[in-house]
């Protein structure tokens, strides 16, 4: 979930960014400041070396999630989660999302089903 | 070529380093971690690892029209980009099937991050970034023709370096990106203004920590680049994709990890034809200065709307004409 949230949504003219109703944190986008001071005291040498930027801490992964989560009403629907529907082309049976929004052009797209599935209730242990 | 000759001279240092400039100089190629944000070839990273998730942010498709300005935000007063090819006019009157440009690629007017120039040592602010992502695309969204770094060479098999000192390919060769710092040059045989004479910094009794820090203050942001292109083979068009970023050397954070706040960027989107064979109406065009600002897109369209309104005037003048 993680990474697809990271690599789809976290850029800072998008949900990277306080302004926005689902927010989501990423490395070398937006961080909770003092997390972004353990991580970087975390962060080995070489990858510092490397130009990565410190991952993520539990409690901002807590964040994510919560944020996630946050994208569902119980007892609706996962379908008319706006984590699915809004990324998805509207040609796709998505809503409309924003100019170059259509992040998913399918629902075929493995990123959508593996959000899908999350939403739907599915661990780790099922992706085996 | 020209500019490729040109980068030649540049770059190479034609006597042999002593070894404790080598020393220096090997410092000194690892001044970037210590000073800014991830560099632009870090896009290739996954997005989760500070990278930009393989996406190339330059408004094309495979980006999902994603751009610089999905994550840089700030102004762009006075700032100018330019680009030119060697053999010229690729930019202007399209490309020669099969032929190989030496593309520059040049931020005319740097607004942002000056003062940043000479502050990129450990400890201090941060370092004065710039860079630019591009992409030749063809009719499916693949690559078009072939790319190469500015250090590299085309051949039959491809291109031999992925990495240069001025451009580095990413995304399995598909994008180029610029090198954001640029690094001092150790003075060879002949002096020249922006080269750093070590041996004569050794004879004035100067540290080596004294001649690192001299050399981490002489770094600068990079304004320009060039990289290499061969055209494919084909009569068909190819879609031009470029966005760039004048950084401002960022104010927060960390000086190792910079922000995406108070920059500049340009996008540059053309298609462009194999020499003769653009649609009349874009060849009404071809006399545009190959420039993109931070209004190109915007630019772009008003220039494709008033070619449209000048072929439709020619069109209907012709008609008339020939049924007065």
Known sequence: ?128 | MKARRALQRGSANPRPMAGHQAKLLVLLAAAPWLCGFSSVSMFEAAADHGGGGGYTFVGSPTSHDLDCTSCHQGSTAGGQLALASDPPGLFERGFVPGTTYAILVRLVAEVRGLDRNGTCQPDAGGCNRNGFVAEFLGGNHQPAGQLCSDTGQLSEQGCDSDSGAETTLFTGGRAVSGVSLQQPQACGGNLTSDCIDIQALIQAGKTQDEINQLLLASVKGRTSWHFLWKAPLTTTAVAFHLGAVDGDGGTQVTPEHNDYFGDATYSVHRTLYPEGMAPADQQAACGASPVGSPSSAHAGALLAAATAWLARIFRRRSRQEANP
Not at chain 1, 16 to 21: D, K, P, S, V, W
Not at chain 1, 77 to 103: E, F, Q
């Open chain 1, 1 to 128: 979930m993680q990474p697809i949230l990271a690599k789809e949504c976290s850029m800072p003219a998008c949900h990277g960014n306080t302004a926005r109703r689902l927010q989501v944190l990423a490395p070398g986008r937006m961080r909770i400041a003092a997390e972004m001071v353990k991580a970087l005291a975390s962060q080995p040498p070489e990858d510092r070396q490397a130009g990565y930027h410190p991952q993520l801490t539990a409690a901002e992964i807590d964040f994510n999630f919560a944020q996630a989560r946050s994208m569902v009403v119980p007892g609706q629907p996962v379908a008319d989660s706006p984590l699915l529907n809004r990324p998805l082309a509207v040609s796709a049976g998505g809503m409309y999302h924003a100019a170059g929004g259509d992040i998913f052009t399918s629902a075929m797209d493995l990123d959508y089903v593996t959000l899908q599935v999350w939403l739907e209730g599915a661990g780790p242990e099922m992706c085996k």
